[in-house]
């Protein structure tokens, strides 16, 4: 039976009627110099949602130049204390505008319409904010030099034109991931949405123009990774890149800002394991794992796709786990019932639906799941079904490569140095679950894993302030908190001879 859905707010069809979405450089939003467009669609049905104007080398070209200009022109005068109410405003407006985001962002990434609004969209605000305060609390310091008789200071200063390359799993958030940090600090930014999901960045441009940025300080570039992401990584007069997605891709980024060695960041994706021990929780390790593996269904770096249950209760755990798991509303995201939606496009599709035969093949067994929601109202939509793998070891495909949908596999482990052991083999680092209520070993765990956030007894928890980025392959450099601010800053020393 097909399931209600909402009626599109008023704004969004209005956005949605001006097309095809031109992108937004210099302060104006102009078409691609060649004239070209591409199709955004929506996973749910995989129908054409809006064209929107496709960016290649020259319009980046154009970008880049005019966020140099910015930056060497009217930016500089722009105080930090106007930079924090520039980006204050920015987080007004998008609060303003959030159900418009919400809906949005769930047509065009496919999302539960109630995760856009309890997360996404919140989360963005609260990012502005936050580095909207640190705008005005970046500062150097005095040395106490002896080498003689010196007044040694140093400036910590806005690196300059920075290039901005983000995914689709996360449209909005990541947006404001990457430009409320490079703004802070003082930054001129050229971002490139994913091509899959570029909306509500250039309606955050739209607001970004009205809560007066100067022209040229936010260009916002919606093109393909392999002509607009390369040119921006590859740009001579870019001085660093930040990236978010694929490691394969992150490799591509370091080659290519080797032409002039501009600084890179990296969040490369996961294989996150999540470790369940006997003596914790066992309910509150079922709906974290839920929470860890489903949750934008399964598209999230960090997800805690290697679930490790301790060999005691191994079958109890996954048995419990696949009957909570059947119970999952999948459906489109515009449905106010749907608890996962579809992946986010036909390639998503294939590659998760690719590793589910993978994963029979290598011996696994899908004891929820494991195909295509088989809902004939959901055949046009790239929807796959929550699935729950048993019989896993950690050497298999599905245990050791991101997939990147609602996945999980599920091994089983013999003590806490198993646990750890299995937990670190993976050529990954971003996250980790420990579901315990002994307090030695969940900090014992803490601090073996190899892996940049480690979550004890919850997962998936995000706060502006805390650091986040990987160990080993998942990349390098640190967003959130003040650890984003070593990104879009460098360090002058200053001295001035006293004699
Ligand atoms: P991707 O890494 O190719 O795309 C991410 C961004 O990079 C997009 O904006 C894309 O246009 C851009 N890009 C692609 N090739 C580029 C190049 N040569 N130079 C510069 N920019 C480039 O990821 P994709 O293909 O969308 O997804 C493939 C897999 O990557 C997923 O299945 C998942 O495993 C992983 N991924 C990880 C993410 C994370 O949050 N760490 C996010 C998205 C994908
Ligand atoms: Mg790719």
């Known amino acids: 039976m097909a399931t209600k859905q909402l009626e599109l707010h008023p704004q969004v069809v209005k956005f949605l009627s001006s097309a ?19 199709d955004t669609l929506n996973p749910a049905t995989s129908e054409v949602i809006v064209k929107v104007c496709e960016a290649d080398k020259e319009d980046i070209d154009l970008a880049v130049k005019a966020a140099r200009a910015a930056f060497e022109g ?10 924090q109410q520039l980006l204050m405003k920015v987080a007004d407006l998008i609060e303003k505008n959030a159900e418009e985001f919400a809906q949005l962002e769930t047509l065009d990434n496919g999302k539960p319409i109630n995760e856009s609004r309890a997360v996404d969209v919140p989360a963005t605000v609260e990012h502005f904010r936050y580095y909207a305060g640190w705008a005005t609390k970046i500062h150097g310091e005095t040395l106490p030099v002896s080498a003689g008789n010196f007044f040694t200071y140093t400036l910590r200063e806005p690196i300059g034109v920075v290039g901005q390359i983000i995914p689709w799993n996360f449209p909005l958030l990541m947006a404001a991931w990457k430009i409320a940090a490079a ?27 009205e809560a007066g940025f100067p022209k040229g300080v936010i260009n916002i570039c919606p093109g393909f990774g392999e002509t607009a992401g390369a040119a921006l990584s590859s740009h001579m007069d870019v001085d660093k890149v930040a990236f978010t997605g694929e490691y394969i891709t992150g490799r591509k980024i370091i080659q290519a800002s080797a032409g002039n060695l501009k600084r890179v960041s990296l969040e490369l994706g996961g294989k996150s394991p999540n470790i369940v021990f006997t003596d914790g929780d066992m309910e509150g390790a079922l709906r974290g794992c839920i929470g860890s593996v489903f949750f934008n269904q399964g598209q999230v770096c960090c997800a805690g796709t290697r679930l490790f249950v301790e060999s005691k209760i191994y079958d109890e755990f996954i048995n419990k786990l696949s009957d909570k798991v059947k119970k999952i509303k999948v459906g489109p995201g515009l449905s106010e019932e749907s608890q996962m939606g579809p992946l986010v496009s036909d390639e998503q599709l294939k590659r998760v639906t690719g590793y589910l035969d993978i994963g029979k093949k290598e011996g696994a067994k899908a004891i929820c799941g494991g195909d295509r929601a088989k809902d004939s109202d959901l055949s046009k939509g790239y929807f796959v079904e929550p699935t729950v793998f048993a019989n896993v070891n950690n050497k298999m495909r599905i245990a050791q490569e991101e997939i990147f949908g609602p996945v999980v596999s599920a091994i089983p482990f013999k003590d806490i140095n198993d646990a750890v052991f299995q937990g670190n083999e993976t050529t990954y680092g971003l996250a980790a679950g420990v579901w315990t ?8 765990v803490a601090k073996a894993l190899k892996a940049g956030t480690v979550w004890v007894n ?39 001879n006293l004699d």
């Not at 009217?74 to 930079?83: A, F, L």
């Open 183 to 209: 703004i802070a600090c003082g930054n001129c930014v050229v971002l490139k949405p994913a091509e899959q999901t570029p909306l509500t960045a250039l309606r955050l441009g739209e607001l970004i123009m």
């Open 74 to 83: 009217e930016w500089k005068k722009v105080t930090p204390y106007k930079r």
């Open 458 to 496: 919850c997962y998936n928890c995000f706060d502006p302030c805390t650091p986040f980025g990987g160990y080993k392959q998942s990349g390098y450099g640190r967003e959130g908190g003040i650890h984003a601010l070593e990104l879009y800053t460098q360090t002058k020393s200053v001295w001035i």
């Open 437 to 444: 209520n002994d307090l030695k070993k969940a900090h014992a």
């Open 20 to 38: 095809p979405k031109k992108m937004l450089i210099n302060g104006e939003f102009v078409s691609a110099k060649s004239g070209k467009t591409f």
